[in-house]
Structure formats: C-alpha cells, structure tokens
T-cell receptor, first 119, second 114 residues
C-alpha cells in the first residue's frame, strides 16, 4: 500500500528565513509520480510541482526548490527567503503509475504541514 | 475565469435535509473528482469520473450520491447526513485520469451538519 508521511505538523518561521518541508513516501511500485500542493486559507489546493520516479534531478522555480532522493524515498520542498504569503498548508502526494493496479492514478496525500510565516 | 468553481462555499444543514454541491470546471478536462477533507485527516478520495463515467467509488456511504451530467459539471447530492460528515468537500479536475496528470482543485464547500 502507498503511504505519504509529512512528519512536520506545523512550522513557524520569520519572514526571509529559509524553510524545508519534509516528505517521505512508501510504495512498492517502480513507476510513480510525486506532487506538492499548497492550500492557502481560501481553501483550494494549488498544484506546485510533479516529479516522476525516473527523474531525480532537483528543480528550482523562483524561491521554491525540490529535492527528490529515491534512495531515501524523500521529496522535500524548500522555500528560500520565505514571505508572509507563503503561509498555507502544504501537501505532498503520491500517484501510482502501475497500469492495472488498484491504486493506479489515485493521489495518496500526506497529512499536510501548516506553515506560518511571521512578518 | 477561475478554473474550478464550487457552490455553495458554505453550507449548514440538518440531518434530515437534502442538498446538493455543485462543481464546474472551465479547463476542458475529462476527469473530475470529489474529495473529503476532515480536520486532522488526509484528503480522502470519494469519487472519480472519467469522461462522465464513474470509475471509482471509494466505499462512500450511500447518503452521498454523485452525478456527472457532462465533463464540465459534477454534483454531490447529500441526504440524511450525519454530524461526522461535516468537512470541507473539494472538487478537482484533470486532463484525464492517470498517474502523471496533475489535478486542479476548486475552493471547496465547507459543510456543517447539525
């Protein structure tokens, strides 16, 4: 069975600090996709990034960067120079890509990490 | 226009009421989803529709009844709910149903069952 663990329930930082959100996953499949979503107070989950299991290259997008390490089954998310607008709940999710599997295509979400950035 | 819209945004209902949640996507997607988000629990997938056909019912009680008249609209009909059904109900859509396809979410309907 698939599982996503976000061990950090809540993180509080001061503006301009860097912050890393941890995500550890479990799956038996060799082909899968990992996602990060942001849920601001307005409620909707905003898609941030998708990574497939064969691409371990780290990615940077502005102040956001992602570190995918297959050896440790982790897909961590770092926000550099955090801002108040980054305050939200962040979810890591896993999608099984093994065709025919019972969990194919379904997103398994972690519990989420509540990030609060203080001015 | 916002990609995925949901109405109403807030709903309070008694256990004997019947109400419906509506979701509309303006992204030209072919798959739509209902999720339930309860406090301190991960998001739970409830239903999946792919090209208007229901492909997933994740052991959801029959007091929740989905309807997908076309690829752009998704409804969740509610009747005889219980207080533990109080939650944020999120609708999502994706280009198609597949592992690599990102899902795009609406703002949710916050439901309170009294």
């Amino acid at each position: 069975a698939q599982k996503v663990t976000q061990a950090q329930t809540e993180i509080s930082v001061v503006e301009k600090e860097d912050v890393t959100l941890d995500c550890v996953y479990e799956t038996r499949d060799t082909t899968y996709y990992l996602f990060w979503y942001k849920q601001p107070p307005s409620g909707e989950l905003v898609f941030l990034i998708r990574r497939n299991s064969f691409d371990e290259q780290n990615e940077i997008s502005g102040r956001y960067s992602w570190n995918f390490q297959k050896s440790t089954s982790s897909f961590n998310f770092t926000i550099t120079a955090s801002q108040v607008v980054d305050s939200a709940v962040y979810f890591c999710a896993l999608s099984d890509a093994s065709a025919g599997g019972t969990s194919y295509g379904k997103l398994t979400f972690g519990q989420g990490t509540i990030l609060t950035v203080h001015p | 226009e916002t990609g995925v819209t949901q109405t109403p945004r807030h709903l309070v209902m008694g256990m004997t009421n019947k109400k419906s949640l509506k979701c509309e996507q303006h992204l030209g997607h072919n798959a739509m989803y209902w999720y339930k988000q309860s406090a301190k629990k991960p998001l739970e997938l409830m239903f999946v529709y792919n090209f208007k056909e229901q492909t997933e019912n994740n052991s959801v009680p029959s007091r929740f009844s989905p309807e997908c008249p076309n690829s752009s609209h998704l409804f969740l009909h509610l009747h005889t709910l219980q207080p533990e059904d109080s939650a944020l109900y999120l609708c999502a859509s994706s280009q198609d149903f597949g592992a690599r396809t990102a899902q795009y979410f609406g703002p949710g309907t916050r439901l309170l069952v009294l």
